[in-house]
C-alpha cells in the first residue's frame, strides 16, 4: 500500500475528528464539561471546541423556566381528614455545575420535597381551611422550596395548589351543606322580598289616603269658596237691586216734585193706587176720608153724564 494513501487517510480522520468535537451551545442552555472525569468549564452560548478523547460534555442544561405537573398525593388534616392535593411548580435553573454536582436526580428530588413539604402545611390546617388558604399553601411551599433547592442550583419561581379532592364521603356532606345553604339563603331572600313588597304595598295605600284625604280637603276648601263667593255676588246684586228701586224712587219724587201736580192730579194717583191694593186678597180695606169724598164726586160726574149720552 501507498504510504501515501496512509498519511491522507490519517489527515482526513484527524480532520474529521477536529470538526467532529466543534460544539455550538443554543440559546438559553449551557453545557457542563468534564476534563478526565472531573469538571472544567461551563459553557455559554455560542462556538466551542471539545478535546478529543480528554474532554466530553457531562450534561445539557436548560436554563429556561420549566414546569413540573406531580401527580396527587394524600396528605392528612388537622381534624384527620385524609384529602388528595396535586401541586405545580415553576422553576429554573440557574447554575448548571450545582444542578449537575448537586443531587443525583433534581426532578424526583423536587417532587419528594414538595410532597413532604405539603404534608406538613396541610397537617396544621383543617379540612375547611384547606380550600380557602390556597394562598398561604402556594406562598409557604414556594418559599420552604426555594430555599431547599438553592444548592441545586434551582430557583423556585411559582408553586400553585392544583387540585384538592376530598373523599367521597365528605365530599357528598360538603354537597349536602352547600345545598342547604342556598336553600337557607333562597328563603332568607324570598322572604325579604316578600317583607319588601308588604311594605311596598303598605306606603302606597298610605300615599293613596293621604293624596285622597288631601284631594278631598282642597275639594271642600274649592266648595266652601264657591258658595262663599256665590253668596257674596248675591249679596251685592240684592244690594245693586235695592239701589236702583231707591234711586229710581227719589227719581220719580224728584220728577213728580218738578211737575207741581195739583190736588186732583195727587186724588187720582191715590184712588189708582188704592184699586191696585184693592185688587189683591185683602178681605178688610180702611178707605181714607180723602178718597170717599172723590168717590163721591166721581159718582156724580158718571150721573149727570148719563142724560146726555141719552140725549146723543
Known amino acids: 500500500m501507498n504510504p501515501l494513501y496512509i498519511i491522507i487517510g490519517v489527515i482526513v480522520i484527524l480532520a474529521l475528528i477536529v470538526v467532529c468535537n466543534f460544539r455550538i451551545v443554543p440559546q438559553a442552555n449551557a453545557y457542563v464539561i468534564e476534563r478526565l472525569g472531573a469538571y472544567k468549564q461551563t459553557w455559554e452560548v455560542g462556538l466551542h471546541f471539545l478535546v478529543p478523547f480528554i474532554d466530553r460534555v457531562e450534561r445539557r442544561v ?13 396528605v392528612i388534616t388537622k381534624d384527620n381528614a385524609t384529602i388528595q392535593i396535586d401541586t405545580v411548580v415553576f422553576f429554573q435553573i440557574t447554575d448548571p455545575k450545582a444542578y449537575t454536582y448537586g443531587v443525583e436526580k433534581p426532578m424526583i428530588a423536587i417532587g419528594n420535597l414538595s410532597a413532604t413539604t405539603l404534608r406538613n402545611i396541610i397537617g396544621d390546617l383543617e379540612l375547611d381551611e384547606t380550600f380557602t388558604s390556597r394562598d398561604i399553601i402556594n406562598t409557604k411551599m414556594r418559599t420552604i422550596l426555594d430555599e431547599a433547592t438553592d444548592p441545586w442550583g434551582i430557583k423556585v419561581n411559582r408553586v400553585e395548589v392544583k387540585n ?7 365530599q357528598q356532606a360538603m354537597e349536602k351543606q352547600m345545598k342547604a345553604e342556598r336553600e337557607k339563603r333562597e328563603s332568607i331572600l324570598r322572604a325579604e322580598g316578600n ?11 298610605k300615599e293613596a ?81 180723602e178718597l170717599q169724598s172723590l168717590a163721591g164726586l166721581v159718582t156724580s160726574a158718571i150721573e149727570v153724564a148719563k142724560p146726555v149720552e141719552k140725549e146723543k
Open 62 to 74: 436548560n436554563l429556561k423556566e420549566q414546569v413540573a405537573d406531580f401527580p396527587p398525593q394524600p
Open 164 to 170: 384538592i379532592i376530598p373523599p367521597a364521603e365528605i
Open 195 to 205: 317583607k319588601q313588597s308588604q311594605i311596598l304595598v303598605a306606603e302606597g295605600k
Open 209 to 289: 289616603q293621604i293624596l285622597e284625604a288631601e284631594a278631598e280637603k282642597e275639594a271642600a276648601i274649592l266648595r266652601a269658596d264657591a258658595q262663599r263667593a256665590a253668596k257674596i255676588l248675591e249679596a251685592q246684586g240684592e244690594a245693586e237691586a235695592i239701589l236702583k228701586v231707591q234711586q229710581a224712587t227719589a227719581e220719580g219724587i224728584r220728577m213728580l216734585k218738578e211737575a207741581g201736580p195739583d190736588s186732583g192730579v195727587i186724588s187720582l194717583k191715590s184712588l189708582d193706587a188704592f184699586a191696585k191694593a184693592a185688587d189683591g186678597k185683602a178681605t178688610k180695606i180702611i178707605i181714607p176720608s
